[in-house]
Structure formats: C-alpha cells, structure tokens
C-alpha cells in the first residue's frame, strides 16, 4: 500500500451501478459486487484503489474526514451535509431525480399557502425543507423522517412531505401529487481537500476520465 492509495465512498445500488461505467473510463474495475459480497472494502484491478461501501447519506462524512480519498454523493446528500471540507469538482449527471413538495389528492396547497396556514413538513431532507419553506415565507413544523415518507400524509402525520422523485410511480400508486418541485437532483463527486493537494498526481488523471466520461449526461 503505497501513500499514492486512493479510497472512493460509494454507496450500494443506483450509485454504485452508475458509477462504474465512470471508473472502467478511468481503467478501474471493481473486481467484486457488492449485492453478493457482504464486505464493505472491495478491491479493484489497482492495487492502488479501493472502493469502500457506504450509507448514501454517510458518503460526505467518511470523504470529509479523510477516510474516503473522494466519493459519489447525491445533491440531495449534500445539501443536507454542507459541504464542509468538500471539493465537488463535477456533476457525474447520474441518478437524476428531483426534489418536491407533495400532498396527498384533495389537499389544496396553493390555498394553505396563500392563507398562511402552518404546514405540517414530514421529511427526511429537513435542512432543505427548513429553507425551502423558509424562502417562500412558510411556517412549518418539521417531523423527521427515515424512510416512506409517503405514507405520513395518508395516516395524518404531515400535509405535506418533501422527497426525491423521479418517475411520480410511487406518489401515484398511493394518492399523492406533486405540488412544487424544489430543485432538480443528480450525483456529484466529492474530494477531500486534503487528499487533493497531497495525491494530486494519482487523482488527477480519475478526475479528467470521470469529467469526460460524464460530459453530455
Ligand atoms: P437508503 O435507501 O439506504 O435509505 P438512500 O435512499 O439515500 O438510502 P439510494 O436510494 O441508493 O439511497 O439513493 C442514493 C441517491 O440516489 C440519493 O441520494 C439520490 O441522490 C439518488 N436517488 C434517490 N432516489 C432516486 C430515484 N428514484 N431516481 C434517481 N435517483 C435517485
Ligand atoms: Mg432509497
């Protein structure tokens, strides 16, 4: 393991499988998968790089902190992170989806809007809800969520949810609509400041393949 050893956070799923066209650009291959393999450090055809396996919404911390040399991170993610101590040279233009307000069918926000009512925001993106709402003069109460947010609107939870869509599938098949869309969502990659002045000569080349290989997408 040479002080030329490069780590990239990745998170499993979507990123992973659309990050790897990306890496083959750069001549890296993932010599294992990680929907079979239950290990969380996966080796690649360079001796040099390594591909750690992480929680989407972690990637920005293990790259900020230095354990992860770069990773993939959604906008959503890191938004909601900050950005602190990131580099965040190129949109990969890959899992685009968007970030909205919906309600469920027969909530009428344009009214509850206009009349000043307090909306009651259930999400797992809160920082991004807390400025949206913010901007448009909107008081809410926040209810954080994990995961379905979906479902808090149907059962009285929230009026409103905000969450990541793409094809509005799974808001139609359980009687939401999509009110307000607050910003369009694609994957970044992320470099550790650090890591960028000190292995500049191993990274840069990735760097270039990746932006090359994303341009147009
Ligand atoms: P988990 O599913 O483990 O709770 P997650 O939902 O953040 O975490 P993924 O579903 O793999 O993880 O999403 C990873 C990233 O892909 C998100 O941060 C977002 O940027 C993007 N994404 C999420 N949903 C979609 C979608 N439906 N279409 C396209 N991109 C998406
Ligand atoms: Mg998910």
């Given at each position: 393991?040479?002080?030329q050893q490069l780590t990239l956070?990745?998170?499993?799923?979507?990123?992973?499988?659309?990050t790897?066209?990306l890496l083959e650009a750069a001549g890296i291959h993932?010599?294992?998968?990680?929907?079979?393999?239950?290990?969380?450090?996966?080796?690649t055809?360079d001796?040099d790089v390594r591909v750690?396996?992480?929680?989407?919404?972690?990637?920005?911390?293990?790259?900020?902190?230095?354990?992860?040399d770069f990773g993939v991170?959604?906008?959503?993610?890191?938004?909601?992170?900050?950005?602190?101590?990131?580099?965040?040279p190129i949109?990969l233009?890959?899992?685009?989806?968007?970030?909205?307000?919906?309600?469920?069918?027969?909530?009428?926000?344009?009214?509850?809007?206009?009349?000043?009512?307090?909306?009651?925001?259930?999400?797992?993106?809160?920082?991004?809800?807390?400025?949206?709402?913010?901007?448009?003069?909107?008081?809410?109460?926040?209810?954080?969520?994990?995961?379905?947010?979906?479902?808090?609107?149907?059962?009285?939870?929230?009026?409103?949810?905000?969450?990541?869509?793409?094809?509005?599938?799974?808001?139609?098949?359980?009687?939401?609509?999509?009110?307000?869309?607050?910003?369009?969502?694609?994957?970044?990659l992320v470099v550790?400041?650090?890591a960028l002045?000190?292995k500049r000569e191993r990274l840069q080349p990735i760097l270039q393949a990746f932006e090359r290989a994303s341009?147009?997408?």
């Amino acid at each position: 393991m040479s002080s030329q050893q490069l780590t990239l956070a990745l998170s499993k799923g979507r990123i992973f499988e659309e990050t790897l066209p990306l890496l083959e650009a750069a001549g890296i291959h993932v010599t294992e998968d990680p929907e079979k393999s239950r290990k969380l450090i996966l080796a690649t055809n360079d001796p040099d790089v390594r591909v750690i396996i992480v929680r989407a919404s972690d990637v920005p911390t293990y790259v900020q902190y230095g354990a992860a040399d770069f990773g993939v991170a959604g906008k959503d993610v890191l938004f909601e992170h900050g950005g602190a101590g990131l580099y965040q040279p190129i949109d990969l233009g890959i899992a685009k989806c968007r970030m909205s307000v919906a309600v469920s069918v027969g909530f009428d926000y344009a009214t509850a809007v206009r009349q000043g009512a307090r909306l009651r925001v259930a999400t797992k993106y809160t920082e991004t809800a807390r400025q949206h709402f913010a901007s448009k003069g909107v008081h809410i109460d926040l209810i954080k969520l994990y995961g379905s947010m979906e479902l808090a609107p149907l059962v009285g939870l929230s009026d409103v949810i905000v969450d990541l869509v793409s094809t509005g599938n799974t808001l139609r098949a359980n009687n939401l609509v999509e009110v307000e869309e607050i910003m369009d969502i694609s994957s970044r990659l992320v470099v550790n400041q650090a890591a960028l002045k000190l292995k500049r000569e191993r990274l840069q080349p990735i760097l270039q393949a990746f932006e090359r290989a994303s341009e147009g997408k």
